[in-house]
């Protein structure tokens, strides 16, 4: 398993390491640990309260759909919440992570 | 059993006399007082209603009544059902009954009245929620319970408002907007509490980025009068947050409490600090996120229920680092060799007991059997030994897990058999501590800080357990295991009764003196809401809140496999039973 963040790492919103608007799997990794890890446990790669994420076969356009538009009594919307860049990084976080199939 | 009028006055002469009765009784707190005229909310037995979250502010959720017992249990029948229908994550609620009729409410405040014999409906009302706010919540939409009182309903809602809605017709009264949700994101989920002449209610918080307050508001018109501040509510507790780290602060005080009438005092429990975890560790006091003891998070408060001012408080775990709150909203008092005692549950596992005067440690004690956050609690003084901080990085087997060695629901205290039956939750978990910013615009998120995996303890699997213990010394006299933590609060009754909803489905009943199996009836969906029983009509009757989904229950799937993984989210009854 890799560590995705350490503290040396820059703040969210003070990231100098990607382009605005760009998809940072670093800043993904921030919000994940901060708001998505509360359901999908071990920063998606394993199932908990929400479904395993590591190795997902959904499509880029159906998970940033669901991050935005929620699922009903189960998972937030959070289109309002985050922005469009903020989205996509949390895909990229999501799509870097390794499925070692646990 | 006798018939009486419910303790819903009308006018303030009827409250001061309900005030007089309540005073008078708590005197006499030994003596029952079942089917007692002018039975109120402060009578340590309830009589035959339940008329509030506990049962009565002593927080017993026990009840006198004798129809129903050990000898006859056997022949209890389903008498009649109700689905609410938009159970969305179960039915979480513990209903109230008050002459004869049984009010509840469920996902989305929706409030049913409903002949308490029969079960047929006499008026429903369903708020209209800010739908886009609902979406974007994550503790949402469920709803804990009601408050009875001056001939009102009490409901909050998680779009941050707290409705009256009139008793007799369904009318809505008042609805008084409290919490900015829009921005803050959270609202109310637990029970209000009625005291004398005010509606009290605590919002959400711990891991969300706000300061958690508790309200008073007039129960005749609605107007907010106090609020209180579980984060940094005094200049003594803002001193205790580092920086600006008030501003975030988390807490709130999200199930309802209890109310000492002799002492005029509201005892509330509060939530944990935001972010969640603190990558500091062991160097909390002066760095990480939150430096501090970050008062008042994970502490109960005592307040006095007319101006909303402290009068003490105790911080069970300074610095909470482990989302092991004292929300926990039963405040059991009991009255033991002449000192006044109230009995609180704390999530981590240790039961703590304090002078009700004061708020002083009397003692604690452990109930979770699988706790390393910290090497033990004084049980002198209340401090805690050992602190098992959680610096940056990875960590493994921290016991118990997240969702505590207790949760929200309530256990029962007998005063026959002296006991307190409470569950016991066995799961650990590994995680890895991660430095996070809140985020609060345009919306606040959760602040959790950490990514983590729950897991067997060492050496065996996950599951939970009922303790009949008593209240004070922590003494076991019997224990029975479960596969799984049973999530539902449980009830005793005068009839040498323990009703265990578990989360399979089943409804149990135990013997209450030595926890024999006696009568089970599968309810088909799991149960994480309250039991009451109540006479109505000459009848006694039992009645549980069915319905699977919140965030403890969430994780069981993936911990315990079947039947959670298919188990439906989206439903839930009030199932309700009598002697056939």
Redesign the interface.
Known sequence: MT?V???Q?P???ESGTAAPGAADPAEG???????C???H????R?????PKLAGTERSDEFMLNRIR??K???M???G??FSDAQVRSLLAYIRSLKDDAR | MTRRRGALYTTGLATIMLLATACSMMKSESAGGGGTAGASMAAPSGGGDWITYHGTYQSWHYSPLTEINADNVKKLKVAWVHHPGRS??GLQSTPLVADGVLYYTGSYSRVWALDAATGKPLWSYFPKLND?LV????HS?YTRGIALGMGKVYVGTVDGRLIAIDQKTGQPAWDTKLVNSEKLTVGFTGAPLFVKDKVIIGAQGG?WPGRGPIFGVDANSGKKLWEFFTVAGTDEAMKTWGGESWKTGGGGGWMAGGYDAETNTVWWGTGNPA?LYD?AGADWKTSGPRPGDNLFTTSVIALDPDTGKLKFYHQELPHDAWDFDSAVGEFVMLDRDGKKLVVHPNKGGHVFVYDRGNGKVVNVWQLAKNINFVKGVDPKTGELIGRRDLP???HSNLCPAIAGGMSWNSGSYNPKTGLYYKIGQEWCM?L?V??????LE??A??????????RNPEGSKAYGHLDARDPVTGDKKWEVNFPEPPLASLLSTGGNLVFVPDPRGMLRAYDATNGKELWSHNNGIGHNGGIITYSAKGKQYIAVATGW?S?VG??F??LFGEPYKSMP??SGAIVVFTLE
Request: hydrophobic residues 30%.
């Open positions: 560590t963040v350490s503290a790492e703040r969210q919103g990794a921030r919000i994940f640990a901060s708001t890890g509360f359901c446990q071990d920063g998606g394993v199932a908990g309260r929400g538009t929620g009903d009594g189960a937030p919307a959070y309002r919440a | 969305t994550r886009d979406a974007a919540q994550t939409p891991e972010p990558w940056l990085g990875k590994d890895e991660i430095k996070t910013t809140p985020v345009p919306q998120q959760l602040d959790i800080g950490a990514n983590f995996t729950l989904g965030l969430d994780e799937g993936a989210k989206d």
